[in-house]
């Protein structure tokens, strides 16, 4: 192999990399823009880096277009989101089958899949990787059953 076939091969792996650590989610990560919230459980932000993401919000449901309580969903996920400072956490699993980031949401201190779940804007929506708030999510779902909000009304 000659010395720039080397160097070209050695570019690409230092580019690939960075990529997978600028633009993977790590931990807890703060500073997301948002650019649109395209459903009742799905946003679109902009990352510190400048990389723009869809993300899919761990454990809830929200009801899709065409169905009872979409618009309602869709309306309060963007009133929760509007001029709110936003945090992404993460669990176990990463990213869903069409390449959406799984997170827990935060507008300045609340999560918004609770929030949602609460307000009767979401079913729970169980998956074994990702339960490091299903308690929570059960409480809420819960509180507004009981309150018959949303989705729970009579």
């Not at 931990?27 to 880096?49: F, H, N, S, W």
């Not at 936003?86 to 990463?94: A, R, S, T, V």
């Not at 609340?110 to 779940?117: G, I, K, P, R, S």
Request: proline fraction near 3%.
């Amino acid at each position: 192999m000659y010395l720039t076939d080397r160097i070209i091969v050695l570019s690409l792996l230092i580019a690939s990399l960075l990529g997978y650590f600028c633009c993977s989610p790590r931990g807890e990560e703060a500073g997301y823009r948002l650019m649109k919230v395209i459903d009742g459980d799905t946003v679109q932000l902009r990352t510190p880096v400048g990389e723009v993401i869809m993300v899919r919000y761990i454990g809830i449901d929200c009801p899709e277009r065409g169905e009872p309580f979409y618009y309602f969903a869709l309306k309060t996920n963007r009133n929760l989101l509007k001029g709110k400072r936003i945090i992404l956490k993460f669990d176990e699993k990463l990213h869903d089958t069409y390449g959406r980031w799984l997170a827990y949401v935060y507008a300045d201190e609340m999560m918004v899949n609770a929030e949602l779940v609460r307000l009767g804007c979401a079913r729970l929506y169980l998956d074994s990787e990702n339960e490091k708030h299903l308690s929570l999510f059960k409480k809420m779902l819960e509180e507004a059953q009981r309150h018959h909000r949303g989705l729970w009304e009579r």
